[in-house]
């Protein structure tokens, strides 16, 4: 396991400096408007989805920079941190079902949005776990990559949706 995390080395490097970074700078950008996000019923929740799916990625990532760590190990972390942020996508998803405005259809999908990272994040757990670490650490990328951009689309709808 240490040979196989090591090769992901400048990749978790990466994206630990990375989401830290977004995390502070959306966290500075939705303060500046905090009232109105907290005077909504479904922001609050969308707001802590889009940090809850930068700080798995930020975990996951720091994670899998500690040296000589066994593949079981990492495996259960990155699959513990990954059920923690799914919580806060499903507090989300019960917000976005609750709202009145929109077509179903998009409601789902704004809801489901949050689920693709924790997605990619559980299988590439599960895949280590199962003793594919080659593949695992492969799904655990795209669910680094993933909760980026999921990130960056949820809190792009909460800033605006302050503005309406």
């Known amino acids: 396991m240490a040979d196989a ?8 490097v990466a994206m630990a400096g990375a989401t830290a970074a977004l995390a502070g700078l959306l966290i500075v950008a939705m303060s ?13 929740a969308r707001a802590g989805a889009a ?3 930068l700080v798995l990625a930020l975990v996951a990532s720091a994670l899998g920079l500690v040296p000589g760590q066994p593949a079981i190990a990492y495996g259960l972390e990155v699959g513990v941190a990954a059920l923690v942020a799914g919580a806060f996508q499903v507090v ?5 079902s609750r709202e009145h405005y929109g077509r179903a259809g998009l409601r789902a ?5 949050g689920l693709l ?3 990619a994040y559980l299988v590439g757990a599960g ?5 594919s670490t080659g593949a695992g650490l492969g799904a655990i990328a795209a669910g680094a990559i993933l ?14 949706e302050v503005l309406r």
Do not use: H, K, Q, Y
Request: charged letters at 10%; proline letters at 4%.
């Open 5 to 12: 995390l090591e090769a992901w080395t400048d990749f978790n």
């Open 32 to 44: 500046v408007n905090i009232r109105e996000i907290m005077s909504s019923a479904a922001l609050p």
């Open 51 to 53: 940090i809850a799916s």
């Open 92 to 96: 989300a998803m019960r917000a976005v």
């Open 109 to 113: 999908a704004r809801s489901l949005l």
């Open 117 to 119: 990272p924790v997605g």
């Open 127 to 131: 895949l280590v776990l199962a003793g």
């Open 147 to 160: 909760a980026v951009v999921v990130a960056i689309v949820i809190a792009w709808v909460v800033l605006v």
